[in-house]
């Protein structure tokens, strides 16, 4: 199974900032990764797929780059809706794996 | 717009069969476009595929699990299910169904089922 470790676990940070959550693989996954947002007691939402294609309807102030083995999610200036965890998930091999999670809380 | 909604038991007994039902409005779950999942996700912890269909019915199933694990859909309902065999307190979870594009990402997810395992 291809592990996946994201990084930090928790993070805080104020309303306006800039924030950047890391995922690495521990094998490559060309682009096939994903990215979402889940709130306490909902489904997780899907924000970003292929790495960096937006998915219709998220805010722009998401957005994903990376290939190979090192992901990462940015979100340019936090919102208050934003403070959720944040997971990403691979679906290059057999069993799509997800990333531990990343706490976002308010500093 | 595409739904999905968990149905099933809330409450299992250890030992017995858990069995869920996931139904699908907005859209045919005969699409050779999408897969259909399962996931599940124990209080305070992350998430956990347990399992996927394809249109063609092939399956692929989460290797610890893959022994207890049957996901099967039902085309003229609209609907798919799964059954998890033999359960302990470790099943204890939210189970979710979700709608996966073209062997990837999941963008579609339904509100999520609690199941609890117990006596």
């Known amino acids: 199974d291809i592990q996946m470790t994201q990084s930090p676990s928790t993070l805080s940070a104020s309303v306006g900032d800039r924030v950047t959550i890391t995922c690495r693989a521990s094998?490559?996954?060309?682009?096939?990764l994903a990215w979402y947002q889940q709130k306490p007691g909902k489904a997780p939402k899907l924000l970003i797929y292929?790495?960096?294609s937006l998915q219709s309807g998220v805010p722009s102030r998401f957005s994903g780059s990376g290939s190979g083995t090192e992901f990462t999610l940015t979100i340019s200036s936090l919102q208050p809706d934003d403070f959720a965890t944040y997971y990403c998930q691979q679906y290059s091999s057999f069993s799509h794996t997800f990333g531990q999670g990343t706490k976002l809380e308010i500093k | 717009q595409v739904q999905l909604q968990e149905s099933g038991p809330g409450l299992v007994k250890p030992s017995q069969t858990l069995s869920l039902t996931c139904n699908v409005s907005?859209?045919?779950?005969?699409?050779?476009?999408?897969?259909w999942s399962w996931i599940r996700q124990p209080a305070g912890k992350g998430l956990e595929q347990i399992g996927r269909i394809y249109s063609s019915g092939s399956t692929n199933y989460h290797p610890s699990l893959k022994s207890r694990v049957t996901i099967s859909v039902d085309m003229s309902n609209n609907q798919f299910s799964l059954k998890l065999s033999s359960v302990t307190a470790a099943d204890t979870a939210v189970y979710y169904c979700?709608?996966?594009?073209?062997?990837?990402?999941?963008?579609?997810w339904g509100q999520g089922t609690l199941v609890t395992v117990s006596s």
């Open positions: 907005g859209g045919s779950i005969n699409s050779g476009y999408y897969y």
């Open positions: 094998q490559s996954l060309s682009s096939r």
């Open positions: 979700a709608r996966g594009y073209s062997y990837g990402f999941l963008d579609y």
């Open positions: 292929k790495a960096s």
